[in-house]
């Protein structure tokens, strides 16, 4: 069984970058759909970047140009790289697995995923 645990998250001042990262356990990595999503109060939570085996990334157009999303296969970690963060990137931030290959897709809901991190938090704030 697949578990996730994130960190890095924390307080930014605008324009700022953070780097999040997803330690994963209990699979293997090349064969698994690992998305990020946020979560803002009294909004739904929003898919931001996703990367299947480490090849296959997706980061949809309201974040493309800032944020990126990367693996490291030997720490078994998913980093997300988020940049030029604004006061509206604030919220928490929670990582997902799926194994099914069609990973893009599977970011467009947070119900297409099962398994979740318990999220880190990050504050974009002057």
């Known amino acids: 069984q697949v578990h996730l645990v994130e960190s890095g998250g924390g307080s930014v001042q605008p324009g700022g970058s953070l780097r999040l990262s997803c330690a994963a356990s209990g699979a293997t990595l090349s064969r698994l759909c690992i998305a990020w999503f946020r979560q803002s109060p009294g909004k739904e939570r929003e898919g931001v970047a996703s990367?299947?085996?480490?090849?296959?990334?997706y980061v949809p157009d309201p974040v493309q140009d800032r944020f990126s999303i990367s693996q490291d296969n030997t720490e078994n970690r998913i980093y997300l790289q988020m940049n030029a963060l604004k006061p509206d990137d604030t919220g928490m931030y929670y990582c997902a697995a799926d194994r099914r290959v069609n990973c893009g897709a599977l970011l467009r809901s947070s119900t297409n995923f099962a398994t979740w991190g318990q999220g880190t938090q990050v504050t974009v704030s002057s």
């Open positions: 990367i299947y085996g480490g090849r296959y990334t």
